[in-house]
């Protein structure tokens, strides 16, 4: 069992994003160390990108001003890496392709694997391309998690879960993320039950959309686990100072918990 699958045993976990280096990956140090404090289970890092296609306007916008602030792929690996041993929870990347490619794919691989990170989500990848990408990042023992959504057939539905690991990002609605005024998908049981007679064993998160605990308490008994992100966000910026976007994310993380248990 890898670090990720590990934490959906005897609970659902909470996985929480946030985007790297926004404002500072100083500040991205500080949110690592109080999420894990106050209880969340895996943490996700967005790799700042000009052109975050499946986000919507929050995530866009934290990406810019990670982006304005200096931050980079490898500035973002070399903080993880030189915090790694103060971080117990598994760290997650979530960025697009093109990151990577530029990066150089099997250095990437390396250098992520040596930071300690334990997954990676390419939301812009699909499960049967780059196929040399995945034997990286299995070789050095990361876990790559792909997407679903409610529009996915059953014939693609068996491509992305054979291979994905860790656990597997199934989206609560169509469209970006951060949507929050639709709702998750209407039929989500049926939706989360389809995926997975697929998936087997693989841990199921849900995503995008959830905004709340009230939203969380509708809808925490269809899936493994619950995976916020916008939401987190806005919290945070809705702080003027250091401290107050700390406490923001904690508040709101403690909520989250209190909903899902």
Known sequence: MNKI????????????????????LEMTEKLIYRLQAEGADIIELGIPFSDPLADGPVIQEASQRALRGGTT?????????????QVEVPLILMGYYNSVLNYGEEEFAYDIAEAGISGV???DLPADEKAELSRYLARSGVSQIMLVTPNTSEQRLKKITAKSSGFLYCVAHLGTT???QQGVYPELENYLERVRN????????LGFGIDGPEKVKKIIDYPDGIIIGSALIKQIQAGDKEKE???NAGEFVRSIKKAIN
């Open 121 to 123: 989500i390419i939301p």
């Open 73 to 85: 792929l490898k500035k973002l690996i070399a903080k993880i890496d030189q915090i790694q041993n």
């Open 245 to 247: 976007m700390l406490d």
């Open 198 to 205: 697929s998936a087997g064993e693989l841990p199921l998160g």
């Open 5 to 24: 699958s590990a934490q959906f045993k005897g609970k659902k976990p909470l996985v929480t994003y946030i985007s790297g280096g926004d404002p500072s």
């Open 178 to 180: 951060g949507d929050d």
